[in-house]
Structures are given as C-alpha cells and as structure tokens.
C-alpha cells in the first residue's frame, strides 16, 4: 500500500475532496487490484474487525460488491437488509446504527433512500466520541461517492493502468447523459470529473435536467455544460456515461415512451461516431439493454467499460476501507 | 477464560440455573469483554465449527449479535430464515433442525414464535445421541435466556467490572416495568433476578401482570411483588428493567392508547426521582421513544444502560457459545 | 486427496459423465467426508476464492449445504437471492451473472426455475474466455447434477465405505418413486444409475410418468423399466428412491388426492416386503410425513438412508467445489 496521509474519517459525500485524496484513493485501489491479480487474492489488512452493511433501501450488485471487497481484507462482515428486518420496528434510524455501533462494528456501510441519513449518523456517532467510520453507499438522490470514485478509477486507470491520477483527465471531454435529476450518481460523478480541467457535459429531456445544474460545480476548476440534446453533449467527447433509467419515470409523466427515450438519449454505435476515436461508454449498471445502451455496445470490449466498472468497484471500495478502517486501528 | 466445570449441554431456560452456573457465565463473558477490546477482536476458540442461526421468527437484532459473538470465535455460521425459506414447505421443524445436524452443524441458535421449540429440537437431538447443542434465543412468550443473561451481566459488571457475580444484586431492589404478560424477556429475567437475596418488583396495568404471575419463583430466595401502579415499584430501586410494548396489544384492547401508557407507566426522569440516586435503566430494544421511556432519559449515558446491554450482549453470546461448544468438542 | 486427472471446467449434467469422472467425485467425496470427522472440519484450498450463490429460485436447503461445503473449504461465499433483490431490475440474467464475474467470483453456483439457465452462463463464460466454473445447482425440470451424485455416493459408500465406486452397483436393483415427470432429481440419477450395470425401475402414475420416459439412458449399459405400480418396481430392490412430490400438482389435476398418491405409492414399511431384505430408502428431501414416505418408516435407522444423504451431500460438494476450482488456479 502506499504510504499515505489520510485523514478522513467517514466518506460520505465527494463535494468537498481534495486532489491529493482523489489521487490516494486511485493509488490505494491500484494497489488493491494488483491483489486481486494473485492467486489468493486475500490480505489480512482488517482481520477481527466487523464491517456492518446497513441497507435501509434494498441492493444486490453495490451490497455484494462492498461485502467481497471487505471479505478480501478479511474483515467479518454482516447485513441488515431492512426489508427483511423487524429491527427497526419503531425504532429511529439512528437507534439502529447505534446498536450495531454497541455490538462492536467498526464501519458502517449504509444505503438509505432518503438523503442525508449517512450524514446523520456520521455525526451522532462523532458527538458520542466514538470511532466508528460510515461509508455513504448511496442516500436518495443525494450522492453515491464509492460510485463516484469507482468511475473515476475505471477512467484513469484505462489512461494510464500503473499510475491513475486525477490529472489524467485534463483537457478530456466527458459526457453524462440521463436520468440526471433523480441520479446520486451523477451528482457523485459532477464532483469528481469537475476536480481538475475536464469538461464535463450533462445531456437529458429538460425533464430530466434543470437549469439549476448549471449552478453544481460552478467554483471547480473543471466546467460544466448542460445540453438538452445528445448529439451536442457527444460531439469530440473521450468518455460517455450514460445513467439508468428508472421505469418509473414514466408513470410520472417525465417521459414519452422507453422507446422514443432511446431514439433520442440511447447510446448506439452509430451516435459514437460524434465521438473521438477512442471513445468509452460507462454505465453504472443494472442496464437496461436496449434502453440507456443498445446491446451490442454494450458487449463490444471495445467501446464499453462497464465490466471493469464493476472490477473497479471493488478494488476502490477495499481501498475505501482500507483508509478509513486502518486510520481507525492505528 | 477461566478454568470451569461447565457441564450443561443445552441453553434452553434459566428456569433452573445454578448459581455457579450464572457466574460461571457472568466470569467467562468478562474475559470475552476483555478480548473485544483489543485491537484484533478474534480469537481461535471455534475454529472449523458452523453455528446455524435457525431464526423461524425473524429477528435481526438478536441473529447479528449471536452472528457477531460466532465469528469473533472463528466459527462458521449460517443463517436460516423461515421468512425467505422453502425449505420448511410441508417438512417439520424438527425434520429441519435434523437437517442442519446432517449437514455438520456444531450449534444450533432457535429462535421459534411458539414457546418450547427449541425445547422439542434439544430432546430430539439427545434422543439420537448426537453432540449438537441447542441454544434458546427466544421461544414464543416463554423464555429467551440469553437476553436475560445479558441484563444479569450488564448490572453485575456495574457493580464490580473485574469480577461480575451474582451475590452482587443481594440487597438491591429491581423493577420490572411493561407488558410482562407476553414477554420472554421478563420471564428469564425473573429466574435469574430470584437466584439471589433481591427484591425483584413487577409494575404493570392488570391487563399485562395477571396476579398468577405471583407464584412464579416463589421457591426462590428471592422476593417477588407485583404492582398495577409503577410508583410503589419504583421507590428505592437500584435498577428499572422497562419492557418493549409491541403495538398489537392496543388493537387487542388490552391497553387504552400509547399516550396514556406513556402516562403511567413510562419511564421518565422525574419518575426516576422515587428510586434510589444512583438508579439505572435498562431495555431490551428495540426501544419505542416515548412510550417506555422518554426520548430524552434514553440518551443520557448517567441513567441508561441500554447500549451497554446491546454489548454486553456479544460478549454474553460469545461465553454461552464457548462454553456449549468447549464441552462438546473436547 | 487422490490424485486426479479432472478436465471438467462446469458441472451441468450427469449427461455426458464418465465413469472415470463418477469414481474421482465418489473417491474425493470420501477424502473430505474423512475431514468432516475431525475436530476442526476445515481445510485452507479454496482459500481467497469467492464462491458465488447465486439462486435465481429460493432454496434454503441446497444453498445452506453449498455455502457449509464452500465455507469448509475455506472459500468466501456471497449469496444472492433473487426474491429479495433488486439486482436484476430489468437486467438479464447473463448481465447479472457477468456482474459478479467483474466481482471476481471463482464459482457461480446457479439455480434458476428454468432449464437450461446455469449452461446458458457456463457458454457465455466460456465464449468470454474466463476462468469461472459453473455449478448447476437445479434448473427447472431438467437436472440437480449435485443431488445425483450425493445420492450415488451415499449408496456407494453403504456398500464399500472406504472405497466407494461405480461397479459396485452392478447387478443391483434401484427403484425410483414419484413425480417423475416434473423431477430434476429423477433426470440426473436415471443418468448416473445408469451408467453401469444396474436395473433401474421408475414407478408412478401415468400422470407423472409419460411413456417417453423409456428413451432415456437407451445408449446406456444399464436397464431402464417403467411401471404405472408400485409392486412390480419394488420386487427385489436393493434401494428405493422415492421423490418429492410438489402439493401443486393436485390442482393440476394430475393426481386425485394424497391419500391415495400415499395409499397407492407411498412407501410404507409394509410395502418394502417385496424388496430385498437390507434394502434402504432414499428421499431428496424436504420430505412430507405420510405422503412419499411413512412417518415411522423415515425414522428408522435401519431402513432410512435420508439423513446420509444430506451428509453426503456436503462432502460431494466440497468434492465439486476441489474438483473445478483446483482444476481452475492451478
């Protein structure tokens, strides 16, 4: 691991951090993915400690993910998946973290889907003085900063795979096209890709993006640019990240058709030819085919990044755990 | 751990618990507390053993702190819940329970809605001569001994941390305070607050303390009163155990409404004021504020114990799992 | 362990297996049955692998003797369970299955209602180039490989305990009873029982046992009889397999009562006077009392093969699990 001077405590938002932290936590999850690479791909980095997934809201994909990368620090690990629990009969949100914080975890991993619960107990468990560290792994439609971070290590890694680093993504292009309004994703991904000199392009049905998110980022270096059209948003771009599209919006009257949103938003091979050469299409998954992407982009290693997106994820979320849990036992 | 004489195969009831047996458990889960306070907080003792949590009501409080205690004995555990299972579909419990046995489990944690289940599955396991233990965590409304080992323990270590026991509580006053009728948790605790010279006082509306409750221990040492007011209870008490109060009780007409419970029978800080200066209060979670207690009491560290009980709980879990588990193996 | 010349990457199907194959599961299962009798039933082989279980239809069951067998083996496990998961939100299966291929999980151990799911994901892998292995672990109505061969091993070593093999069944008679129709338990031990010179004789109802059921296992050395009675598979029998049979079935029509399914085809100690003398009972389990089987008859030691079975059934996976994941890192 590199030697490192990580100071924070939670990881609950990425509005506020800083080059130097980008550039640690890309440089502890390179390292991480060099584990996985070995035959035992098991280090003894969080041995006895107890990582705790509290998910209020239900997950799979982001609940496994977390669940392997803390297995692979040898961290015991436990779920709460609230649907299936009777814990919180009555009882506040805050009440159940801090009975697991009185069993003895050392992390908590929570996902809620209201905004702002993470932060909650972040902050209850820093006035009880307590050293417990909580990891927002998604709140609402407020951020998802392991996401966020995962994204940005997929780009910088395929830019140079040694030594990812934030500047890698100066004077790059990058699109993000969707469900912008309803996504913690990409309002995780707004904060990270405006850190250094990257355009960052914002594409969906006004519906979908306000005008208010010309506002986002507007003291970051990086610039920002909203587009209620694809093709603009396409144009030169180096990476495209295309969001999923709740079904739900439907109903509520955002949107036409699945299909007409496809026509219009849906990444294919013949849009990406607004694109540089060399372009790469993200997702942050569970894909609709046919929808956000059209299939056959979606499988073709040349242009997509979503199976190392998934790879990424669990490289950054050990070294995640990592920085706040050895910061923790130190 | 402390060298001991344990010779109980099964947990079933504190019904007939000696004393040396409750210190014996109060003395092995301090030195199990000890070990939690260590950096690396594991230790080897179940190594290669499977713990199966067998939860046919679901619980999520309980099943992770007796998941918590298995893993910080290096056992393997397995969760069984009845809720998202099949394989209960026309097979009997006791077919179930034999099927974990097959499958090579060391210990098995019930917890079933219909009082004596764990009971039926320890005889069955005795009747085929096999070494599984059965541990009762909570059987209908009849017992649920590893809570009230845990409410023992966390009273004890006040008195004297270093060495917790139960000639402690001689001479103190306990209150009771809630639904006794339909609580497991009272019951145990009434078996093991009566194992010493205690006063042990129980406060309930008449709905929820039926006066037959009056012959329960009454070949104790201990002495048992019951109050249908919370006043004469409260007077003098060195410690108020207060009860959860599942809501259903309302609709079955055995209380008027939660406000007017509140009333009498929560626990708030001018209450406090009958019982002795130094009073503490304890609840077995998940707590509903402002019905058993008030919000405010809850959170002040110099009144309540209920996180203290919660940790207690995972060193209590991890003495009763060695304790089973050494005996079997050796 | 034996020494072993394993190739097979997947285990789909007992289709296609060799007797060179079935004698490496039965000699390896053998090896870790002798580990499941030792004081830390343990070994460190899978070490730092993930196993993956992935059950696209709930079954507590065979996920808990997958997960106990992986854990033995000193893999990580993960468990999905589609029923409580949002993962496959408009994600198609192969896209989950890829997902946790990105996660870095060594064995996918599938079960799906449909046919042909686990080596639709095996092909998919394949055609991907990675390393995986997949482990069919029951898919609809077509086959349960594991529980075919967990069956063949139980009756193998009742026969040679120390050397369980193939030819030992040679000239034996086998019956199968029940809904074969609808039994992926049935279809995967006509395959391995009739890999040798064994008469294997399917009994039930016209409803449950279409004619066509005489094709299989036509190329196979073994001798394959149906019967639309009872009495004329069980003459002679040394073993008796009686399945499952799924209470849907009434509603469809396909079988009056289960009295009279129990009166005509439920195998009662009376009944078993027309086997051979030390014939014994087979049941894939969870069994209904008084429908397959009769409730004393499935308590008797000396006729009762069903808790072996799930015995064995850990030791045959722990022996699936060496056998392609070995094959796999090495």
Known sequence: MPATTWSRHHILSLADFTVTEYDTVLQTAASFREVLSRRTKKVPTLQGQVVANLFFEPSTRTRSSFEIAAKRLSADTLNFASSTSSI??????????????????????????????????AQEMDRLGVKVSVLNAGDGQHEHPSQGLLDLFTICSLLEPSHP????????????????????????????????????????????????????????????????????????????????????????????????????????RSKLQLCKSHVKVLHPGPVNRGVEISSDLMDDPEFSLIQNQVTSGVAVRMALLYLIGSGKIS
């Not at 919180?88 to 702002?116: F, N, S």
């Open 88 to 121: 919180t009969k009555g009882e506040t949100i805050l009440d159940t973290a801090k009975t697991y914080l009185a069993m003895g975890t050392d992390i908590m991993v929570i996902r809620h889907k209201q905004a702002g619960v993470p932060q909650a107990i």
């Open 165 to 268: 680093r934030l500047e890698l993504l100066k004077g790059k292009k990058i699109a993000i096209v969707g469900d912008i309004l309803h996504s913690r994703v990409a309002r995780s991904n707004i904060w990270s890709l405006t850190a250094t000199d990257t355009e960052l392009h914002l594409a969906a049905p006004p519906t979908l993006l306000p005008k208010l998110f010309a506002d986002c980022g507007q003291d970051r270096p990086g610039k920002l640019f909203l587009h209620w059209n694809l093709e603009s948003a396409l144009e030169g771009a180096d990476f495209v990240m295309t969001l999923r599209l709740q079904k739900e919006r439907m109903t509520a009257h955002l949107l036409p058709s699945l299909r007409e949103y496809h026509h219009l938003f849906g990444i294919t």
